[in-house]
């Protein structure tokens, strides 16, 4: 089983950029599909980014396209999400998570089986 710790939230400005990580343990990273997620205060989790086992594929949200980017480094077992350009409406609890179970995207958090405790990003404008 992949445990999952984020690091790297905090408070930073509208326009400015904050960079997360998620440190995975266990023998299989290389070979699971990870993702961020988001959940704002009194909304729903929703998804944000994804990318395949070897980092050969990413999918975006449509609201973080082209500010946001996710990549992975399988021989440190961390999968990163570096935000650009951040909005207020991006403030939100952002979690990692990992398909143990398949070394390919998905965009719904059904298919994501072992999860992070997350880590807050506040955007003051």
Request: hydrophobic share 35%; net charge positive; aromatic share 12%.
């Amino acid at each position: 089983q992949v445990q999952l710790v984020e690091s790297g939230g905090g408070l930073v400005q509208a326009g400015g950029s904050l960079s997360v990580s998620c440190a995975a343990s266990g023998r299989t990273f290389s070979s699971e599909a990870m993702g961020w997620f988001r959940q704002a205060p009194g909304k729903e989790r929703e998804f944000v980014a994804a990318i395949n086992w070897s980092g050969s594929n990413t999918r975006y949200a449509d609201s973080v396209k082209g500010r946001f980017t996710i990549s992975r480094d399988n021989a440190k077992n961390v999968v990163y999400l570096q935000m650009n350009s951040l909005k207020p409406e991006d403030t939100a609890v952002y979690y990692c998570a990992a398909r143990t179970t398949s070394r390919y995207i998905a965009v719904l958090s059904a298919y994501f089986d072992s999860w992070g405790q997350g880590t807050q990003v506040t955007v003051s404008s």
